[in-house]
């Protein structure tokens, strides 16, 4: 089975602070995406990435930058967080092209 | 850009009934794909059923199937025989493959947050 694992279930910054969200999938996949999940939002894509240092914008990146320096690895960086980046983060992965695309269990960060 | 949208933000029925979530889209593509996802309370997101727009004939898994309605740009799930364990959100969702070779973009509508009562 396809494995997606986000380094942290729960996680509380104080604003300002650097903020890096960790995801690694097990599975090879060349595409990995970073959404915001709100209530009556959706899912809002962030960021993603189709291969190695490989990145393009989503819907709402301002605020956030990814890294990508390993193709199982995908992080999402807040620079400075801010309260109204309180949220659940998910991180996803899939193989190019066309393919469903498989999730992590979720990071809820509160910044505070 | 794409866009989808789920206009239901909250269903409920009783066990064993029949139920239809709504998602309409918005593109200008010709060959593409859409999911519907499900994102039961220990928040794990699981494909439920996924269509290809260049296949005429609607997609079904099981008690799961699809309304998709091209020219209308309606992508509709229905549940039959609902069960308590298919309380969830469900999310549509519609893959852009862009205009960069093997980049993908998934975009997601609101959200239908589904109960199934017993």
């Known amino acids: 089975d396809v494995k997606v694992t986000q380094s942290s279930r729960y996680l509380v910054k104080r604003t300002g602070e650097k903020v890096f969200l960790e995801c690694v999938q097990d599975?090879?996949?060349?595409?990995m995406f970073w959404y915001r999940q709100d209530p009556g939002l959706g899912l809002r894509l962030i960021y993603f990435?189709?291969?190695?240092?490989?990145?393009e914008k989503g819907d709402i990146p301002e605020g956030y930058s990814v890294s990508r320096e390993k193709k199982e690895r995908f992080s999402l960086i807040l620079e400075s967080a801010s309260t109204n980046q309180t949220s659940m983060y998910l991180c996803?992965?899939?193989?190019?092209?066309?393919?469903?695309?498989?999730f992590g269990q979720g990071t809820r960060l509160t910044v505070v | 850009a794409q866009t989808v949208t789920q206009s239901q933000p909250e269903m409920s029925v009783q066990e064993a009934e029949t139920v239809t979530l709504s998602c309409t889209y918005d593109t200008s593509e010709n060959n593409y794909y859409l999911f519907w996802y499900k994102q039961p309370p220990s928040r794990q997101m699981i494909l439920v059923i996924r269509q290809e727009a260049y296949k005429q004939q609607n997609a079904t898994e099981n008690r799961f199937s699809v309304n998709f309605q091209k020219a209308a740009k309606s992508f509709s799930l229905k549940i039959s025989d609902s069960q308590l364990g298919d309380t969830a959100m469900y999310f549509c969702?519609?893959?852009?493959?862009?205009?960069?070779?093997?980049?993908?973009?998934?975009?997601f509508g609101q959200g239908t947050r589904l109960t199934i009562n017993p």
């Open positions: 996803a992965s899939s193989l190019a092209p066309r393919t469903e695309a498989f």
């Open positions: 599975m090879d996949h060349e595409n």
């Open positions: 990435s189709y291969d190695v240092k490989m990145k």
């Open positions: 969702a519609f893959l852009d493959t862009g205009v960069i070779q093997g980049a993908q973009k998934l975009v």
